[in-house]
């Protein structure tokens, strides 16, 4: 699977503010909590990815829609235009 990041790339530490108790069963049921914070990370940034294309793609449609209307009908505003 071709993922959107480069699995490459330099690790760092980041600074996180967590909720102590979930850190902690967190560790209890993971070796490698970094791992784990990634992974859910990285599904996070292409949900967010895929919803901003959807919303992206809904939009230009949108916007071909209106067009095609108003080229057939005409713009609402020239009924009542006082120019």
Known sequence: ??????LTARKRPVN??????LVAQA????DN???VVE???ADYVEHERQLRIAKAMTLEATIATWN???AKRGSF???H???
């Open 1 to 6: 699977m071709k993922t959107a990041y480069d």
């Open 27 to 30: 560790r209890g049921m993971t």
């Open 39 to 41: 992974s859910l990370l």
């Open 68 to 70: 095609d209307f108003n």
């Open 16 to 21: 996180l503010t967590l909720n102590e108790d």
């Open 81 to 83: 235009s006082t120019l």
């Open 77 to 79: 505003a020239d009924e």
């Open 33 to 35: 909590l970094s791992g």
